[in-house]
Structures are given as structure tokens and as C-alpha cells.
């Protein structure tokens, strides 16, 4: 090579060293704000989930909180029918006997009290005599000859409940057959 080509050589590596940190530097803020860029996604990402999980929890707390006798109303469910029954077989001269009313009301006010428990806690007697059947509110026990149409509830066989909008015990149901 020649002195000539040598010294524009030389020139040129001593330019591009003296770029080589301005570049260098540039790529590295390029670099950093891309960095940035992705840790504000990530943090927004981040602040969504946690609204999302505080959401969540406040839900399952109210959840909680609204059906928490769910269980317990269950139980007290068959309490209510035995009573239902004991009131239902009192014979109407029992009923009329000097002796046996104070037993009478005083079983009568019971159940009055309790439905009126039951309706305090959202607890709500479904309505199944003359309805169509709903499968999600009642149960079909048996089919009988009726001259209704088809799938209407004709005998109620246990009565069914609901706590708020969540179904308890489903209604033990007669429905209409079909005519043949």
C-alpha cells in the first residue's frame, strides 16, 4: 500500500473511534428506554392483577358472607318440614280441645317464627304447584294422569328453597303426564 492510502486508513479508523463512543452511547439509551418501556408494561400489567385479585376477594367475601348458613339452613330445613307435619296431623278436634291449644299456638307461633327466620336470611319457598317444571328448581318424582298439559307440577311432595338466588333443596314434585 501506499503512504497515502495508509494515512487515509488511519484517518478513517481515528474517525470512526472517536463515533464509536457517541454510537455506543446512543445504543445504550436506546437500549435503557426500551428497558423502561417494558418495566412500565410490566408494572401495569402488575397493578392490573392486583386489582383483578382484590376484585376476586371482595367477591368471595360477599359470596361468603351471603351464603355462609347455607349449610346450617340445610339442616334446619327438615326441622321446618317435621314441624309442618306434626302441625298438619293435629286432628281438628284436638285442635278445638281446651287442653291442647296452648300446645297448638304455641306450635303454630314456632312456625311462623322460623319462616320468618328463614325470610330475614334470604331464604324463599319455591313455587312449584301449577308451574311447568324447571329442572334447575324442582325434581320430577313421578308422572301422573292429570288433565293438565304435560310437565306441570300437579303434586308437591317436599317443598323447595332457595337461599337469595342459589337453590337449597329443589322441590319433590308430581308433574302431568302426557296423554297418550
Do not use: C, W
Amino acid at each position: 500500500m501506499t503512504d497515502e492510502t495508509n494515512t487515509e486508513a488511519e484517518t478513517l479508523r481515528e474517525e470512526t473511534a472517536q463515533d464509536a463512543p457517541e454510537l455506543a452511547e446512543h445504543d445504550r439509551v436506546k437500549e435503557l428506554e426500551a428497558q423502561l418501556a417494558e418495566a412500565k408494561q410490566a408494572t401495569l400489567y402488575a397493578q392490573a392483577d392486583i386489582q383483578n385479585v382484590r376484585r376476586r376477594a371482595e367477591k368471595d367475601a360477599a359470596d361468603a358472607r351471603s351464603y355462609a348458613a347455607t349449610n346450617f339452613a340445610r339442616d334446619i330445613l327438615s326441622v321446618s318440614d317435621n314441624l309442618q307435619r306434626g302441625l298438619a296431623a293435629i286432628p281438628a278436634e284436638l285442635r278445638a280441645d281446651e287442653k291442647m291449644k296452648g300446645l297448638v299456638t304455641g306450635l303454630e307461633a314456632t312456625g311462623r317464627e322460623l319462616d320468618s327466620v328463614f325470610q330475614r336470611h334470604g331464604i324463599t319457598k319455591i313455587a312449584a304447584l301449577g308451574e311447568t317444571l324447571d329442572p334447575n328448581r324442582h325434581q320430577a318424582m313421578m308422572e301422573m294422569p292429570s288433565g293438565e298439559p304435560a310437565g306441570t307440577i300437579v303434586q308437591e311432595m317436599q317443598t323447595g328453597y332457595m337461599i337469595k338466588d342459589r337453590l337449597l333443596r329443589p322441590a319433590l314434585v308430581a308433574v302431568a303426564k302426557a296423554a297418550e
